[in-house]
């Protein structure tokens, strides 16, 4: 019997390859010369990043498919890989100090965060619902591990189990309805979906709509949309900070990577029934996220909350359903990974060992003590609020113009009203740091070259986005794969 393999493009995957590589070589270096390599496993991670990076972008172009229809390389997954190597790129830089500070320098833990990036990856670039599961597992585990680095802290133990639990229970709903899928379409392939759903008049039929709603919850629950959000805050507070950081901008840039190639690709025609289902969560997701992130005290927690608001705004971008809604996505994801970060690194830097400094309370009076760092944060605020020039302003302004455009005026409108409800928390920590006495002696910065480039790459990146948006927007618009 001839065994037939069927054709594939190793030059479609060879960002995923050096990342893989890259991940490998890292946990051998940490195994093999722990003494020599220890601290050097960061620069290893930033080279594979860096190399993967430049590949990344030579691969722009016309779409390109491989292994047997089941990966794609097109402009799409080309923007997403960008948002997950810079975002993986900085999380490395804000590490370096933070692993040493918390005991937690072990080559495991960079491994892990390239094998999660490679997961990523996976998701953007598939074409196939077989291919995003697989992506979304790699990912999943890979976070499970990492939320609970820090083994000997109760609350981390306690963010990696409920992670663990509640992610395995949300997957068995995403692999529950891609086998309804596949039961009332007879392939898994993206593509072949869509074509099926076009020649054959089966909108309504049950097993459709139910494979619909299971998917919606599986992704609505790594985007954290209401109301599948529960395990966001205590995972994000329980974890080391450079790892929710991690979680906050990659894991949900590539859920949203999946989802918007799910959704608009293989489910056009039955965009009227799941666009309603949509609309509520993206009202649900960022009227609550608001709310409740204004009685945080905690600032883990509210950005926490603030990243489930967040989700609600991006949702808006897949129910207006066009061009302007797929590019402003993108351009929103990409403007989110630097104003967040720069808020993480920021919380990082300053917190010590044994003494994170998370409370709202302990950012009294920093503008006086540490005026540079205070002015940092305040940048970030502004942009998560939304403020211009900034690139939290543009990106909504994309989102909502995107919203306008397709009719859904109500929903730009709620959007909005959301904005000015998270310009009071966000605006918060800006009066807690230049109007409020602080309540403690603030010890002297250790900001290490690592972490100074973290944050001016951040502050960098939120405002060039804001006020060159150009051609940003630009590329984005050329990766509306869809249409």
């Known amino acids: ?274 666009s309603m289902i949509l609309w509520v969560l993206a009202v649900l997701t960022m009227t609550v996220g608001n709310i409740v992130a204004i009685a945080q005290t905690n600032i883990k927690r509210m950005l926490a909350y603030s990243s489930i608001a967040h989700a609600g705004y991006v949702l808006i971008a897949i129910i207006a359903g066009n061009g302007l809604g797929t590019a402003s996505m993108l351009f929103y994801m990409l403007a989110y990974v630097f104003m967040n970060l720069g808020a993480f690194a920021v919380v990082i830097v300053l917190g010590r060992k044994g003494e994170e400094n998370l409370m709202i309370s302990d950012y009294n009076g920093l503008g006086y003590k540490h005026p540079l760092l205070a002015l940092t944060m305040m940048i970030f605020m502004f942009s998560l609020a939304g403020i211009p020039p900034l690139a939290g302003f543009i990106g909504k302004f994309y989102i909502f113009s995107a919203a306008i455009k397709s009719g859904y005026i109500v929903l730009a409108v709620i959007g909005v009203l959301n904005s000015v409800i998270a310009v009071y928390y966000y605006l918060r920590v800006t009066v807690v740091m230049y109007m409020k006495k602080p309540e403690r002696e603030f010890a002297p910065l250790s900001l290490t070259p690592f972490m100074i480039a973290a944050l001016i790459i951040s502050v960098w990146g939120t405002f060039h986005l804001g006020i060159f948006p150009a051609k940003i927007i630009e590329f984005a618009q050329k990766a509306t794969f869809l249409y």
């Open 1 to 274: 019997m001839e065994i037939v393999i069927p054709p594939f493009d190793i030059k479609s995957i060879t960002p995923i390859l050096i990342v893989t590589i890259c991940g490998i070589v890292v946990l051998m270096a940490d195994v093999f010369f722990k003494k020599v390599m220890r601290d050097k496993l960061a620069y290893l991670s930033l080279i594979g990043i860096i190399l993967a990076g430049i590949v990344t972008f030579t691969q722009a172009g016309n779409p390109v498919y491989s292994f047997s229809d089941t990966f794609v390389v097109d402009n799409y997954s080309v923007f997403f890989n960008f948002i997950f190597l810079v975002s993986t790129a900085i999380v490395i830089l804000m590490s370096v100090s933070y692993v040493e500070q918390e005991g937690i320098n072990y080559g495991e833990y960079y491994t892990l965060i390239l094998f999660a990036t490679m997961g990523m990856m996976l998701m953007a670039g598939g074409s196939d619902l077989i291919t995003i599961f697989l992506g979304l597992e790699i990912m999943s585990i890979s976070l499970y591990v990492l939320v609970g680095f820090r083994r000997n802290r109760l609350d981390s133990n306690e963010a990696s189990l409920k992670y663990f639990l509640l992610g395995a229970f949300a997957t068995g709903f995403l692999l529950y309805g891609i086998a309804m899928l596949y039961g009332a379409t007879g392939t898994t392939n993206i593509k072949e979906i869509a074509a099926f759903l076009a020649d054959n008049p089966v909108l309504s039929s049950p097993m459709i709509i139910l494979g619909i709603c299971l998917l919606i919850i599986g992704f609505g629950f790594k985007i954290a949309a209401v109301p599948f959000h529960k395990w966001a805050p205590d995972v994000y507070e329980g974890a080391p900070t450079s790892i929710t950081a991690f979680m906050s901008v990659g894991a949900k840039a590539a859920a949203f990577a999946a989802f918007f190639r799910v959704f608009l690709v293989s489910l056009p025609g039955l965009e009227p029934k799941w």
